[in-house]
């Protein structure tokens, strides 16, 4: 057993060395170039059955999901309890226009010990449960407003150095830098709540974060166990555990949201926990909404080198190797159905492969026609800003890797459409 974890943790430090070496190579931003790849049908069973009708669809669904997890993302244990202590029952914020709700999720129980805190928004118009959005962010929940009420989040920054601070750690100093990317006020004033987390709380981002993540708390194997994505994740679905006892949330109308690193761990949220009524992904790229095989911008292996922490031990075998993969991220997508799924690129951020997202979204909508929904009613790829919504909802809009405001007029179009 010893032998067997030495020799797991020798090859991934090795694969992870070559990759490293590599990850010199140029990416593929040309089209020509794509191999020519095998695309796996969703419908069809490891030994060759078709999948006719929905009793079908849950055996092969569990069958991608395994897949999953032994290959890519890791497999999540059973939940421990975690204890929720609300920190601020409510309070008057953002001018009026909403209730603040400040939630401390203990991990362990130790008052002082590992947890998150959820950093919640409620319309202060509401009447009822609301439907919520809730996504993790980067760098602290007090960076996704101005709002000084906000408690500042503890985890592990990784980017700190970019604001003159180099202790990693949350502070004063990057209150509101990310409120760029969250329409707080857009979205309050359609109805919606939104609730937030720091990553960093569940597992710090960077390769030697695991002593730090919620990860160290549970029994571990190298090769198929979770990873940082599998932990985040993990955080995603305590938040829904969460709403489930606030009154005033609707916890059957949860729209899980991330970008980019944030956005791969929304689908595995979404596809793993079918408490999440809506999923959205937005500019996740390689590892996220993006075909692997297409090997276009990110490949497997530039991202295994560079976050080796992200993914689980076998899916390093993939490097400079994506034929061999037994799945492709078409088929997370299709766990995600027949829930409304929402894929968005942009036209700049070739490094996420927007055509090879669109193709995955393209490829999970069988399963959503075979589950009785429109699935993505687009057989060739959009304009750029001109949104497609079926029950898969497509967008490729103008500029770089972000999330603006058109991003959030079309998510929250598309709930009204399918949550509300
Ligand atoms: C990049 C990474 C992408 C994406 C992005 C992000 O460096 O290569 O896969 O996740 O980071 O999270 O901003």
Redesign the pocket.
């Given at each position: 057993m010893k032998n067997l974890k030495w020799i797991l943790t020798f090859s991934l430090v090795l694969s992870s060395f070559l990759s490293a070496i590599a990850g010199t190579k140029e990416a593929n931003y040309d089209e020509a170039k794509v191999p020519k790849y095998k695309m796996i049908d969703p419908l069809v069973m490891a030994d060759g059955t078709g999948v006719a009708d929905k009793k079908g669809w849950r055996k092969r669904r569990a069958e991608i999901q395994k897949l999953f997890e032994q290959q890519v993302y890791g497999k999540t244990p059973e939940p421990k309890t975690v204890r929720f202590e609300v920190v601020e029952q409510g309070t008057s914020a953002l001018d009026g226009k909403a209730v603040r709700r400040q939630v401390r999720a203990h991990f362990t129980d130790k008052p002082d010990g590992p947890g998150m805190d959820i950093l919640i928004y409620l319309p202060a118009k509401a009447t009822g449960p609301v439907p919520i959005f809730v996504g993790l962010n980067f760098n602290g929940n007090q960076t996704i407003c101005e709002d000084p009420g906000i408690r500042i989040s503890k985890g592990y920054i990784r980017n700190n150095q970019k604001y003159g601070v180099t202790n990693n750690r949350g502070m004063e100093k990057n209150r509101g830098r990310s409120s760029h990317l969250w329409a707080v006020d857009m979205i309050l004033s359609r109805g919606y709540g939104l609730a937030t987390m720091h990553c960093g709380e569940m597992e710090p981002d960077h390769s030697e974060g695991f002593s730090e993540s919620v990860r160290a708390l549970y029994p571990y194997s190298v090769a198929d166990s979770w990873a940082a994505i599998g932990a985040w994740s993990w955080g995603l679905s305590r938040a829904v555990d969460y709403f489930e006892t606030d009154k005033q949330i609707d916890a059957k109308r949860v729209i899980v949201i991330g970008h980019?690193?944030?956005g791969?761990t929304s689908l595995w949220a979404g596809a793993c926990d079918e408490r999440f009524a809506m999923v959205i992904s937005n500019d996740s790229?390689?590892?996220g909404a993006a075909l692997s095989k297409r090997a276009f911008g990110?490949t497997v292996e530039r991202?295994n080198g560079?976050?080796p922490h992200w993914f689980c031990g076998n899916f390093k075998q993939y490097n400079s190797n994506e034929a061999a993969l037994p799945l492709d991220q078409h088929m997370l997508l299709s766990m995600v159905a027949p829930r409304p799924l929402y894929v968005a690129s942009a036209a700049e951020d070739l490094?996420?492969d927007p055509h090879g997202e669109f193709l995955a979204a393209r490829a999970a909508s069988p399963v959503y026609q075979l589950l009785g929904t429109a699935g993505l009613p687009a057989m060739e790829m959009p304009q750029v800003d001109m949104p497609v919504h079926g029950r898969i909802g497509y967008h490729v809009r103008t500029g770089k890797?972000s999330v603006t405001e058109f991003d959030w007029k079309q998510y929250l179009n598309f709930a009204d459409k399918n949550v509300k």
């Amino acid at each position: 057993m010893k032998n067997l974890k030495w020799i797991l943790t020798f090859s991934l430090v090795l694969s992870s060395f070559l990759s490293a070496i590599a990850g010199t190579k140029e990416a593929n931003y040309d089209e020509a170039k794509v191999p020519k790849y095998k695309m796996i049908d969703p419908l069809v069973m490891a030994d060759g059955t078709g999948v006719a009708d929905k009793k079908g669809w849950r055996k092969r669904r569990a069958e991608i999901q395994k897949l999953f997890e032994q290959q890519v993302y890791g497999k999540t244990p059973e939940p421990k309890t975690v204890r929720f202590e609300v920190v601020e029952q409510g309070t008057s914020a953002l001018d009026g226009k909403a209730v603040r709700r400040q939630v401390r999720a203990h991990f362990t129980d130790k008052p002082d010990g590992p947890g998150m805190d959820i950093l919640i928004y409620l319309p202060a118009k509401a009447t009822g449960p609301v439907p919520i959005f809730v996504g993790l962010n980067f760098n602290g929940n007090q960076t996704i407003c101005e709002d000084p009420g906000i408690r500042i989040s503890k985890g592990y920054i990784r980017n700190n150095q970019k604001y003159g601070v180099t202790n990693n750690r949350g502070m004063e100093k990057n209150r509101g830098r990310s409120s760029h990317l969250w329409a707080v006020d857009m979205i309050l004033s359609r109805g919606y709540g939104l609730a937030t987390m720091h990553c960093g709380e569940m597992e710090p981002d960077h390769s030697e974060g695991f002593s730090e993540s919620v990860r160290a708390l549970y029994p571990y194997s190298v090769a198929d166990s979770w990873a940082a994505i599998g932990a985040w994740s993990w955080g995603l679905s305590r938040a829904v555990d969460y709403f489930e006892t606030d009154k005033q949330i609707d916890a059957k109308r949860v729209i899980v949201i991330g970008h980019s690193r944030l956005g791969k761990t929304s689908l595995w949220a979404g596809a793993c926990d079918e408490r999440f009524a809506m999923v959205i992904s937005n500019d996740s790229g390689c590892g996220g909404a993006a075909l692997s095989k297409r090997a276009f911008g990110e490949t497997v292996e530039r991202i295994n080198g560079n976050f080796p922490h992200w993914f689980c031990g076998n899916f390093k075998q993939y490097n400079s190797n994506e034929a061999a993969l037994p799945l492709d991220q078409h088929m997370l997508l299709s766990m995600v159905a027949p829930r409304p799924l929402y894929v968005a690129s942009a036209a700049e951020d070739l490094w996420a492969d927007p055509h090879g997202e669109f193709l995955a979204a393209r490829a999970a909508s069988p399963v959503y026609q075979l589950l009785g929904t429109a699935g993505l009613p687009a057989m060739e790829m959009p304009q750029v800003d001109m949104p497609v919504h079926g029950r898969i909802g497509y967008h490729v809009r103008t500029g770089k890797h972000s999330v603006t405001e058109f991003d959030w007029k079309q998510y929250l179009n598309f709930a009204d459409k399918n949550v509300k």
